[in-house]
């Protein structure tokens, strides 16, 4: 994938100011507080008249893939965004977002609540890339809502984090609609908070959650995954953890409640450290203790 830039993107927002709109055919993009005053419908989404973010409506097949930055360049900043992604009925897209900050020394303020909604037999995949400064505070919260016989792929990965990362993320599936969710973190110096939610609501609706965390040099994570089945659905929690400092902390919480005795819910969860043979092994081959231990991480990280 090119590098997305505020410059390149469909939607590009810098600091407070929109610096691109590139609109397609059958896709209408607007800033979010245009699209409550044109659009009276997005109202019941937003709840509130937004300040700032966007709207991105595909009422048409696209043969593209959907591109937005969020960036902040200047100090001090503090944003607040609400985003909201419609995907029409039959529609097939994807998505691919960031959100970063250009220098690492801003201390800045990005928070941010998405709605993304797919109608009847949609499908979307969404790639959600981080990128942040060791000052940040980050605050994502996002719900899919997802319609009958949808489809769902969500990829939240994030190697630069903040300071703080508070991470929510909720799906509500209707019947026959799928999610496949992975979140990537590898956090140095962070405190990351993760809380995810998949509400199996309709018959033979499915969920599947992947984690895999990676703690270094005074790290502190906490993840609480969760999957409700309402009704005779199937979901799969898999949260791995790997402790690289003895002086950060791993915390995994897999929950599963299971409310119809025709669901069928697993999980597996397991927090390793690097094993010493694999690393000695890497070292024999030439590596450096640094380079060999980036290896096995992103290995780690890359593992399906």
């Known amino acids: 994938m090119a590098m997305i830039n505020a410059k390149n993107a469909h939607y590009g927002q810098v600091d407070h100011k929109v610096e691109n709109i590139s609109e397609r055919k059958g896709v209408i993009i607007l800033p979010s507080p245009q699209a409550w005053q044109k659009l009276n419908w997005t109202r019941k989404y937003f709840q509130k008249k937004p300040k700032e973010g966007y709207f991105i ?3 048409e097949q696209p043969l593209f893939s959907l591109t937005t930055c969020i960036a902040i360049a200047s100090k ?3 944003q607040h965004l609400n985003n909201l992604l419609v995907i029409e009925k039959n529609i097939k897209a994807k998505a691919n977002v960031v959100c970063r900050a250009v220098r690492s020394n801003l ?9 993304l909604i ?3 037999k949609a499908s979307l995949e969404y790639n959600h890339f981080h990128q942040w400064g060791q000052k940040d505070l980050v605050n994502p919260d996002y719900q899919f809502i997802l319609g009958k016989d949808s489809q769902l792929i969500y990829n939240y990965k994030n ?3 903040p300071k703080n990362l508070q991470l929510k993320t909720a799906v509500y599936n209707d019947d026959n609609a799928s999610a496949n969710l992975k979140f990537i973190i590898n956090a140095l110096n962070s405190k990351i908070n993760l809380k995810d939610t998949v509400f199996l609501k ?3 609706s499915q969920g599947i959650v992947n984690l895999r965390l990676v703690g270094r040099q005074k790290s502190r994570i906490e993840a609480v ?3 409700f089945a309402q009704a005779p659905a199937k979901g799969h929690l898999d949260c791995q953890g790997l402790l690289v400092s003895s002086d950060s902390v791993i915390s995994l919480a897999p929950k599963l409640v299971c409310q119809n005795k025709k669901a069928q819910l697993t999980h597996e969860a397991s927090i390793g450290k690097i094993s010493e ?5 890497l070292r024999t081959r030439g590596l450096s203790e640094k380079e060999a231990i980036n290896l096995i991480i992103t290995g780690f990280l890359d593992d399906n």
């Open 57 to 59: 409506w595909v009422k």
């Open 76 to 78: 001090k900043v503090s």
């Open 107 to 115: 201390d800045c303020l990005h928070r941010a609540q998405g709605k």
């Open 118 to 120: 797919l109608k009847e």
């Open 159 to 161: 190697l630069a984090p």
């Open 202 to 204: 309709g018959k033979n």
């Open 225 to 227: 995954s969760e999957i």
């Open 277 to 281: 043979e694999e690393l000695n092994y």
